[in-house]
């Protein structure tokens, strides 16, 4: 049933965020979307003719308006949400002022069709530039369809800073996504100059409309969580890490069904995600936050989106806490797959056909297949024959692995293939196994044939004697000459350790670089430190073996995504996609 529209006192319409209400063509539409939903709709459609500012209309069969009220949803301050301030406390549509629809209208075309269920026909009202041109009878099913054409026809100066259509098309359809997972249960259609984009019917589950959206194989990798607390509920829908992108824009914010910005809640997923990202990527999120009404200030800004929490801290910890709940226990959705793994994830023919070929002497290639380290760095680039040769052999069902560029790792995994960066995902793995020797079991130690001697500076010795202990947790063996002199007996087991002397200086100097924060203990950025500086460089040469058992290693560790500073360790590349770039179907 429809509410009646009445007008909002002086004093309500006053203190409601008066301002720029349509500051681009998206707004418009958002409006005009907003109202087809608050009108309860099960299906809306929306149509665009070339770009947003040249024409759109959006078709819902919701509640309607009658015909003697169509006028007045065009007059200022004029609503059927909202009749007093307080309801503003008990609010439960997305718009409540009635600032909308004559926004529009004063800078466009507009025609409004509208027909409610208790009405035998529909009644129609042609505006210009804000003045009613026509009026009349119109056949419509139940429902409202609001047609905006020439935005800003009046406004010249505002028309020249209009972002480019396809942008503005753009950000519309991820407007339009954000609300579709809203409301699951309303179906939503675009079509753009007669062409259909999508069609999402109605769906009862949240990541059912996810899956319409990014398709079945995309929503299934989604981590899931919910919550409640204080009052508040919570569901969450989570990108893996290395669906993180370069910007905010993965990431839907729909606080009490409203499709908002908020940097707090964009920092508390961040929050959640810790070291799995590194700096300056944004996890991919959709979020459905609810909480009561009178604890959330909707009428912020103009444009309706930004709201303010009555309860900041507790609504960050509250999304911090929940979204990290599954985050704790991710680990790849994937293993390195051995060579023969045709079975379960068939090839395409000419793969096979690689893999059919008489197995290559070893001898021809020059590259003997379980050549320790050295052997391999001489043989450096790989033979472009190596990989048959390789594929040949996969009967052993070990993992294919290459170096590429002494930098990167090659893996195959179902679906696909992983780049790992040596070095990060060395840091990842020692600074996990350095975490446990310092919190218990105590690292061993390789002995050195010569024990080495080695000058510090003052600084690094005064440091030494303070993290002495730790340093032997760690599979360190020293013991101190005379200041500032230090005899090392050996080194931590497990490292291809060149210089003991130098590593133990780098070790010492990165603990005390940058500038430790509360959380950030000695034992924190010792480990730290020692990851970093034992680990794997960019250059290294590494023999199969100990490619195979960092990549094992790596994801065998509680956060294989990163290293600890919080960049990728690996990246990647599904077989689709390389499909694609090669123009195959
Ligand atoms: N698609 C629609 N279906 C039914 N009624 C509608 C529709 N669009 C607008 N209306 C009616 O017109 C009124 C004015 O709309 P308008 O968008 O200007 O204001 P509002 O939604 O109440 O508040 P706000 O300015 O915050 O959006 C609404 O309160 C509603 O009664
Ligand atoms: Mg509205």
Redesign the pocket.
Known sequence: M?RP?LRLSPETASRIAAGEVIERPLSALK?VL???L??GARAVEVRVEKSLDQAFTVA?D????GPEELEL?LERH????LSALDDLDRLATL????????SIAAVSRMRIT?RTAGHEAASFVAVDGGTVTERGAAARAPG?S?EVRDLFYNTPARRKFLHSPGGELRAAIRMIESYALARPGTAFRLVVDQRERFDWGAVPTRRERAAQIWGQRHAEQLLEATGERSGMTLGLLLGLPEHARSTREGQVFLVNGRWVQSPALSQALRHAYGNLLPGGRFPSAVMWLDVPAERLDVNVHPT?REVRFADDDLVFSFVAGTAAQPLTSIYPPFTVVPGRQGAEDPLPAWAEQVRERPMVDESQLGLPLSAPAAASTATEPVPAGAGVHVSARMAAPEPELWQLHRTYILAPVRGGMVIVDQHAAHERILYEEARARLEGQQGTAQGLLFPALVDLSRAQFDLLLEVGPHLRQLGWDLSPLSAPTVVIQGVPSGLRVEDPGRLLQDVLDGIGEGVPTAQDSLVERLACSHACHAAWRAGDALSREEMRALVDRLFATSRPHGDPHGRPTFVRLDLEELHRRFGRT
């Open positions: 429809a529209i409006e907003e109202n087809a608050d009108a819902d919701g509640s309607g308006i949803a004029a609503t059927s949400k718009g409540f002022r009635g600032e909308a629809m004559p509208s409202t609001v309706k």
